[in-house]
C-alpha cells in the first residue's frame, strides 16, 4: 500500500551491486527515539553492503522529518534508504508494516530494528557472520535494558538461557526465547516460515511467527553478546497484547507441539494456574492428564479436581497426588527461580507462571 507523498519502493530499492543485509525497521510515531535509531544504523562497522528499509505506518508526529533528514547522512555513508508508507487515520500495525519493510529490501539477511532501541556497532558483523553458519535459525543477541532496571528478571532470563535453554523454554510466559527486536536471519528462511500476521493491534505477530518458525524446524543462535540497547516504555506496543492472548497461543502451541508425544502426562501445580491450565486444554488433551501433583498439603488431603464447568457426566475428577508419588511426564506449571530438574533447566520467570516441558527422566 503506497499513499501519496511516498516514492515507489521499488525503484528506490535498486542498487548497482547486490546487497548483503537490509536493517529493516517499521516506524509509528517514533520521533523520540529515531535519531539515536538512525544513527545506530550509520555507526555500524559491518564491511559488507547495507540497506535500510523503512516503513513509516501512519506517523502524525515528526518522524518523516526525521527520516529524511537521516537518509542524506546514511546513503553519503554508502548505505542505501529505501522508504515507504503510508499516510491513512490509522497504522495497520508492526506485522503489516514489517512484512512492507521486507517486500520493499532486497538484502539477502534481515536484520531487524525496532525504532525505539540502538544498535551496538558491531551487531550486523556479528550476527551476519552467525546467520551465515546457520541458515535456518532465527539468530538473537544480548541486550541492554533502557532504564536499567525496568524488567531485571525478564532481562536476565533473556541474557543467561543456557543454548539448550532456548528450545526447552519456548513455553514459558516471557515469550520467544530469542526476542524479536534482536532477531537476525536469511531472506529466504523468513520467505519459508512467513510472513508476519497482519492482524494489527493486540496481534503477537513475533510469537506466532516463532511458533511458525519452530514448526519448520528452524533453529535458535544467540550470540553472547550485548549488542542492542532495548527500550522499555508505556508506548511500546507489546503493551497491547492481552495476557489472556498469549497465553492461548502458548496453550495451543504446547498442545501442538509436546503433548501429542504423550500418551499421558501430570501437571505440576494444583493451584490456581495448574487448573487454568487444565480448563485451557481441548478436551482430547484433558483426557491424557492423569493427576495432578504439589507440595501443599491441604490440596493434596483433598485427593482430587473437579472439573465443574465440564459438560461430561459423571464431572472429571483428577487426582491430586504429593510430587513424590507423581509419575512423568511433567508440564510444569509454577512460579520457578533457577530449578533444575533432570535435564531441563526452568529459569527465573517474571512474577510469572511457567509451562514448560520436562524430560520424562527428569522425574525421582
Known sequence: MQAS??????????ASAPVHVSVILPVHDAELWLDECLGSVLQQDFEG??????????????SMTIIEKWKEKLEGSGILVVIGGHDSPSPRGVGYSKNQAIAQSSGSYLCFLDSDDVMMPQRV???????????????????????PNSTERYTRWINQLAPDQLLTQVFTSNGPTVIMPTWFCSRAWFSHVGPFDE?????????????????????LIRVDQSLLLYRYHPGAATHS?????????????????????????????????????????TAGSRCKVVAFCDVDEKKIKKGFYCYE???????PRVPVLHFR?????????????????????????????VVCRVHQEAAG
Open 309 to 315: 464447568d465440564s459438560q461430561e457426566r459423571p464431572k
Open 5 to 14: 507523498g511516498y516514492p515507489a519502493a521499488a525503484a528506490l530499492g535498486q
Open 125 to 147: 558483523r556479528l550476527q551476519h557472520a552467525a546467520a551465515v553458519r546457520h541458515p535456518t535459525s532465527i539468530i538473537g543477541c544480548q541486550v541492554r535494558r533502557e532504564p
Open 199 to 219: 492482524g494489527g493491534r493486540g496481534v503477537p505477530e513475533d510469537l506466532l511467527f516463532f511458533h511458525e518458525h519452530l514448526r519448520k524446524g528452524g533453529g
Open 241 to 281: 497484547v492481552l495476557e489472556t492472548t498469549i497465553w492461548t497461543h502458548r496453550v495451543r502451541f504446547l498442545e501442538e507441539w509436546a503433548l501429542p508425544h504423550w500418551a499421558t502426562f501430570t501437571i505440576w501445580n494444583a493451584g490456581r494456574q495448574g487448573r487454568r491450565l487444565y480448563r485451557s486444554l
Open 325 to 353: 508419588a507423581a509419575q512423568p511426564p511433567f508440564v510444569i506449571c509454577v512460579k520457578l527461580v533457577s530449578v533444575r530438574l533432570g535435564h531441563v533447566w526452568l529459569g527465573q520467570s517474571q512474577g510469572q507462571e
Open 49 to 62: 553492503s547495507m540497506e535500510l528499509s523503512i516503513f513509516n505506518d501512519a506517523s502524525k508526529d515528526k
